[in-house]
């Protein structure tokens, strides 16, 4: 069958997007394809596949389904969900500007900036709150309470005080301490924060990350982000992607790395996270039940079809 496709990017972080209401592909060969579509060699190129889906419920505009480039299904990507958005803005599929849109079951609320042609030129995703509970985002390190945190900017008013989580905890990766702290947005991340003396940009990820994605305490692998801190509201971060590798950015890993950064005490509430596809901007109040706000551009690159 030949298949219509979209390639677009979310500083840099890049996906094959298929319209799932008009090319059927069936189920059971959507992994296989987005193997295929993912190979820079000889396939399209890019991070992964995600099919955007029609939803028969009134309450929620599209549904995002996302393979890695390894053809695993992924729960959540930031950046993803702004290209979905502008998406389905730009070929009229809605003439909402503010969407509900679904993944892995979880709803996230989107508001569109549409420029003087028409189109979006940037997207808003409220990411839903922070999953900080080792067990749910899974880790399987116990964790610490989050009533015994001291920091300014977060809230621990509203906790019982049996909630835990795993800041700053040490693991061992190929024989080295490092200290992570871990954040679900739907997807699991652990945020590692690396020391004056290492340059982020000379950093060896690839020796490290495959080994943080499949470490025994992340029982479905994890994201793993590097970060150096600039100021209380600039941080830079490199991501190894589960399932795929280095990426020149992930939302959900600037959303995590932010909730990261405040929970340690190295920021402000806003934070821009600069990657190596560009800019980010991620917010959020330090209420545990608050949703961090991400906000970013969605690029279309090219359109074309695919014999599979």
Aim: hydrophobic letters at 35%; glycine letters at 8%; proline letters at 4%.
């Amino acid at each position: 069958m030949r298949i219509n496709f979209t390639k677009m990017q979310g500083c840099g972080n890049d996906y094959v997007y298929i319209d799932g209401g008009k090319e059927l592909v069936p189920q059971d060969k959507k992994s296989e394809l987005a193997k295929k579509v993912s190979d820079r060699h000889f396939g399209i190129g890019s991070d992964g596949l995600i099919f955007i889906n029609p939803v028969a419920d009134e309450d929620i505009d599209f549904e995002m389904e996302m393979y890695n480039a390894d053809g695993s299904r992924s729960e959540m990507c930031g950046n993803g969900m702004r290209c979905v958005a502008k998406y389905v803005y730009d070929k009229r599929l809605t003439d909402k500007k503010k969407l509900t849109i679904i993944s892995a079951g979880k709803k996230k609320y989107i508001d569109l900036t549409i420029d003087d042609n028409n189109f979006v030129s940037s997207v808003k995703v409220d990411m839903g709150a922070p999953i900080l509970e080792p067990a749910m985002v899974p880790v399987t390190l116990k964790g610490t309470p989050l009533k015994s945190l001291d920091i300014s900017a977060i809230s621990t008013a509203n906790l019982s005080g049996t909630e835990n989580a795993v800041i700053d905890q040490p693991i061992t990766v190929k024989g080295k301490k490092w200290h992570i702290t871990c954040v679900s947005m739907g997807n699991p991340h652990a945020v590692v924060f690396l020391p004056d003396d290492v340059d982020l940009a000379t950093f060896d990820i690839e020796s490290v990350g495959p080994y943080f994605e499949n470490h025994e305490v992340f029982p479905n692998r994890t994201n793993t982000e590097f970060v150096k801190i600039d100021d209380k509201n600039n941080v830079h971060m490199r991501v190894w992607e589960r399932g795929t590798g280095e990426t020149l950015a992930c939302g959900t890993g600037c959303c995590a790395t932010t909730v990261a950064c405040i929970l340690n005490g190295h920021t402000d509430n806003t934070v821009t996270v600069h990657v190596l596809g560009g800019d980010i901007t991620c917010s959020w109040d330090g209420v545990l039940s608050s949703p961090v706000i991400m906000e970013g551009p969605a690029t279309t690159v090219f359109e074309g079809s695919i014999e599979f």
